[in-house]
């Protein structure tokens, strides 16, 4: 533990010039961390144990509900939004992971130096991170439209002679917002993965060259494993972020869930029943409670595997 | 890397790089088209082309004139300078205290800060919103700002830059007979003015760009937030995709144009978050 300025030097001399501090210095600390003690101690702990109480009741925005044990769990695993929703998110999972641990990292190797055009590349690779989702939907709604840009590509490219009904089609939709997805979060996890590499002791490439590994060779043989903690990370951070979509699916489905819901995921379905004048609170809680305990098993998960990993290599 | 002369490497990286560019900046560049494309154009035109035959700003006008958007942009302005205050003033002053001083406690305030980190949003958002409702704060700024006033990153990112100050300047200091407010101030706050416009930054984009939190919070069109503001015009201007380009366009160039001038504490940000560590 490295000692703080502020009780480091009474440690060190045996008699300190001022033994007696004022009542103001001993609460100091404790004054200091008062502020956002108070915004989390409300906003998270005391909401996350009202989640827990509410999610065994059936309580209303406009009653407060009495304790109903297990029912709202029963439900749910009777409710085909529900169980859509998780499967849904769960694929959301599937398919968005390996594309944001995978392609950033490439992309990282590829824009790494020092050089004018690289700083170009990574800034602009980096921009749609600070975009809204609201926002990236809007454009990516006009672009996948039936007689959008890219309908109109693929059929003057005569790829396709109907237009892909990538908006309305049940599982299109989907799959177009898992797009959008990856697309607005690639710079993200890139930058996450050009301070990774940065940590890469260049000789173990000037090694591999004298080995004969040619570029490919060289990723998977010393890239990826100097870079195997970060790529858990990433894993985690992206599958936690998958697992919650909510602004890509709701922007593209017009904040319909697509035909008959059927695109919905665990974070609409909260919005869904616990929000406006007829809000199932009690209900709403039970799926968020669903949804913290998977998100916490994740974290457990990662964990185990991170200690069983090991750190990145210097 | 290593690579100096001109080898199929090097052909490889840069096709890859340039595509990507393509797909990362060409949909901004057709919105762009599509929004100044006048009633002359085909929108639909297969096969598709980029520059306007009947240009005008006419789109623009019309989404100004249609949508209240610059006072949703003062609605989101109000919020992200509420956060932006409250996230810089709250997170130096919990950083200065986890990271400089010693007390008792010290160590489970900052395991449970932390704790904070992993909760994701959406499994309590529905208490929040209880609370803020307790509070009579629904479908207010205020209501929106409230929750999002201190995040467990920007406490770390704080309680790293005060840890990195030399202790010399503190302790001279204190043979000054200063006592820990002034040094707080004085000596302190001064070296970690960059990490405080990284957390103040990092404050803004995400209050700019919130949606779920105030779309639950708010209910009265006149405290829409941008977001909530541009998802309703998607829904009003759906037949026409020139005026969802330009409602688009009009919301992104101030983050945009905000990036590029402070786009080095951006990446500074990323690096010092703890990400390193």
Redesign the interface.
Known sequence: MSATPDGGPSHQESRPARVHRSLGTTLAPYLFVLPAMCIVVVFVFIAALNTFRLAFTDSTLLKPGKFVGLQNFVELFHDEYFLTALLNSTLYVVCVVPFMVILPLILANLVAGNSRVMGFFRTSFYTPVVMSAVVVGMIWSNLLDPKGLVNSLLESLHISKEPIPFLSDRWLILFSSMFVTIWLGLGYYMVIYLTALANIDDSLYEAAELDGAGPIRQFVSVTMPGVRSTMLLILMLSTIAAFRVFNEVYVLTNSTAGPGAQDITMSMLIQREGTGIMARTGYASAISLVVLVIVGAMLILQSVVERWVGGDNA | ??RNKITV?KVV?YT??IL??L???G??V??IS?ALKGPGDNV?????YLVPKTPTLENFKQVFRQVPIMHYVLNTLIVACISIVGNV???T??G????????KG?DT?FT??ML?M???V??????????IKSIHLQNTLLGIA??G??G?IN?ILMTNAF?SIP?EL??AA?MDGA???QQ?FHICVPQVKGTMTVVGIFAF?GA??D??WP??VISDEKNYT??IG??RL??MF?QD?RL??A??IV??LP??I??ACF?KY??QG??QGG??E
């Open positions: 890397m290593h490497g990286q890859i790089l990507m560019f797909l990362l900046v949909p901004f057709w919105e599509l639909y035109a297969v096969p598709p003033a709250l997170s002053m919990a200065y205290a986890l990271g400089r001083l010693k007390w010290r305030i449970i800060l904070t992993v909760i994701p959406e499994g309590i958002i529905i208490s929040q919103f209880l609370i409230l929750p006033l201190v467990a406490i840890k202790k503190e302790e204190q006592n820990v407010w707080f984009v700019w760009n949606f779920l779309l639950i941008l977001t541009l998802n998607k829904g759906i995709p969802i380009a409602g688009a919301s992104l983050i945009v905000f990036f786009q951006f990446f990323l690096e990400i390193k």
